[in-house]
């Protein structure tokens, strides 16, 4: 099979995040999730059904949780989320692109 490169196909203009599943099987979906300067809408939280594991590839974000902790990532941070813990992406690097690799499994 052909090597995938996290670093490929990134479009010079995103108007919006790109999320591309890499892998699914099972109950585990690997994503990787480009973003540049991109953030939640105000007021929306995600609750998810599935735990997510998420690493900071390239770039820096801001996530926080509705119990109002709140953590910088940088490249090579990782954090893992637990099912419903509801959270938000404030901020992402607007100078260049933000690639998360994102692991959602179990829940």
Excluded: M
Excluded at 21 to 42: F, K, Q, T, Y
Excluded at 62 to 74: M, V, W
Excluded at 77 to 94: G, K, Y
Aim: glycine fraction near 8%; proline fraction near 7%; aromatic fraction near 8%.
């Amino acid at each position: 099979s052909t090597p995938l490169n996290l670093f490929a196909h990134i479009p010079a203009e995103l108007p919006q995040e790109l999320t591309n599943c890499l892998l699914s099987a099972g109950n585990v979906c690997i994503e990787r999730i480009v973003s540049r300067g991109h953030a939640s809408p105000p007021g929306f939280w995600y609750d998810q059904d599935t735990n997510e594991w998420v690493l900071v590839v390239q770039g820096a974000a801001k996530l926080s949780f509705e119990d109002g902790t709140a953590l910088e990532l940088k490249a090579g941070d990782s954090v893992l989320i637990p099912a419903h813990r509801r959270h938000r992406v404030e901020w992402t690097d607007p100078t260049e692109p933000t690639i998360w690799l994102a692991v959602h499994f179990g829940g």
